[in-house]
């Protein structure tokens, strides 16, 4: 298994877009997955096999994957999006790697 | 709809064991996989092993090899894990997460968590 690397943190203005990165040019080919998860609460799915959303996501979530690393976008920030995101793959061996999360602050 | 619901909290005293239950329902429980998840104070998401319920077969990663062993009763669609010989740091928010049991899919519905306490 791998460490799926991610910044620990991104701050950004609403309306402006957040990009938070997953695997720091160590990612495959495997589909991300990314979940989205707010103070107690267990996480959500807001993008899956790399740029797909889940009925209920708004358009402003999508996602990316580009040779060795993946992208999730959100454009026009609103304070509601202030959470932690953490990526996600199935590894070669059938095992589940989440990355290392990424708290998204809204200025 | 689709739901996950587990068992209340927990506190425990290392060395013991502890289980929890996560009762789905509103989906078709044969056709999924159902996952555990844990997620320590202030940590980050750790996953800890899968069970496919229509065959009763479970993977885990090597750190919980040994020590975590997830069952399923499709007569109640509950699924349950159970992590033995516990210690401080397993203090943490536990979740079930359910994913199609095609490859590589995503977990599209999460339990509402379970927090275990490991205090002497």
């Known amino acids: 298994s791998y460490v799926l690397t991610q910044p620990p943190s991104v701050s950004v203005a609403p309306g402006q877009t957040a990009r938070i990165t997953c695997g720091e040019n160590n990612l495959g080919s495997e589909s991300v997955h990314w979940y989205q998860q707010k103070p107690g609460q267990a996480p959500v799915l807001v993008v899956y096999d790399d740029n797909d959303r889940p009925s209920g996501i708004p358009e402003r979530f999508s996602g990316s994957h580009s040779g060795n690393t993946a992208t999730l976008t959100i454009s026009r920030v609103e304070a509601g999006d202030e959470a932690d995101y953490y990526c996600q793959v199935w590894d070669i061996s059938g095992d589940c790697v989440f990355g290392t999360g990424t708290k998204v602050t809204v200025l | 709809q689709v739901q996950l619901v587990q068992s209340g909290a927990e506190v425990k005293k290392p060395g013991s064991s502890v289980k929890v239950s996560c009762k789905a329902s509103g989906g078709t429980f044969n056709s999924y996989t159902i996952s555990w998840v844990r997620q320590a104070p202030g940590q980050g998401l750790e996953w800890m092993g899968r069970i496919i319920p229509i065959l009763g077969i479970a993977n885990y990663p090597q750190k919980f090899q040994g020590r975590v062993t997830l069952t399923a009763d499709k007569s109640t669609t509950t699924a349950y894990m159970e992590l033995s010989s516990l210690r401080f740091e397993d203090t943490a928010v536990y979740y079930c997460?359910?994913?199609?049991?095609?490859?590589?899919?995503?977990?599209?519905?999460w339990g509402q968590g379970t927090l275990v306490t490991v205090s002497s």
């Open positions: 997460a359910r994913a199609s049991t095609m490859a590589a899919q995503p977990f599209d519905y």
